[in-house]
């Protein structure tokens, strides 16, 4: 992905245009099955990085969800409760997923930075991106040049690109990882994807060299496993918790 001048620019006015005027906690989210409430807490933050809780000196992790376009964030409230572990301090980007990602690219990046430069208990970072915020954080596997490690889990993500991505904003998948990244392709079965299942062919499928492959299942937990689902599905996957066939 090009991150050209004008790129730099935008980056910077969403990095100091970050008001705290609503923010949201994990503490507060629903346990009773009203995810929309919860998720309307997340996707009404201002643009930028919110941390979901205290900071402690028990964690070691920075994880950062980043949402796709026109999320509605319910679909995050049960994955960032899951991963929710003493170790992770729990985070949520917001940013314009109405325009190209290259300002939100940059953005993020120097946020982490300075999170980074404040925190030096952080040993390494984790990003989940789903969707258009898939392309988003794995945009950061080039453009990451920190010494701690990174961690970045793509989840039902267009990488190959969709629309006018290519032409327009300049977009186009990384060849590959710099030093100390790893990346995790979660691709779902494109017939059950209700934001693919449309187009005569899938946009999840890249090849981008070093990095894993998933192909998500066609069920969890009883129910078809489509776009949403997908993130609450590949958590429970890191966390080791689904069953083979489930």
């Known amino acids: 992905m090009k991150l050209n001048r004008l790129s730099c620019i935008l980056a910077f006015g969403l990095l100091f245009s970050c008001s705290e005027i609503k923010e949201a906690n994990l503490e507060n989210f629903s346990n009773d099955g009203d995810v929309f409430t919860s998720g309307e807490s997340l996707i009404s933050l201002a643009f930028g990085l919110h941390a979901l809780e205290a900071t402690t000196a028990n964690q070691n992790t920075l994880l950062i969800g980043v949402h796709g376009s026109n999320s509605r964030g319910y679909e995050w409230v049960y994955p960032l409760q899951v991963l929710d572990k003493d170790t992770n301090l729990i985070s949520f980007f917001r940013w314009n997923d109405k325009g190209c990602p290259n300002p939100s690219v940059i953005s993020l990046l120097e946020i982490i930075k300075s999170k980074l430069d404040s925190n030096p208990q952080f040993e390494r970072v984790v990003l989940l991106g789903h969707s258009y915020g898939g392309l988003l954080v794995t945009a950061l596997a080039e453009a990451w040049d920190l010494k701690l490690p990174l961690e970045i889990h793509s989840i039902a993500s267009p990488l190959l690109g969709m629309g006018g991505l290519s032409s327009i904003c300049e977009y186009w998948?990384?060849?590959?990882?710099?030093?100390?990244?790893?990346?995790?392709?979660?691709?779902?079965?494109?017939?059950?994807?209700?934001?693919?299942?449309?187009?005569?062919?899938?946009?999840?499928?890249?090849?981008?060299?070093?990095?894993?492959?998933?192909?998500?299942?066609?069920?969890?937990?009883?129910?078809?496993?489509?776009?949403?689902?997908?993130?609450?599905?590949?958590?429970?996957?890191?966390?080791?918790?689904?069953?083979?066939?489930?």
């Open 173 to 246: 998948p990384p060849d590959s990882l710099n030093t100390g990244v790893t990346l995790h392709q979660w691709r779902t079965v494109q017939e059950l994807d209700g934001a693919f299942k449309d187009l005569d062919f899938d946009p999840q499928v890249v090849e981008i060299k070093d990095s894993s492959v998933t192909r998500l299942p066609e069920t969890y937990k009883g129910n078809k496993l489509g776009h949403n689902w997908s993130i609450s599905w590949v958590a429970d996957e890191i966390l080791g918790l689904n069953q083979s066939g489930k």
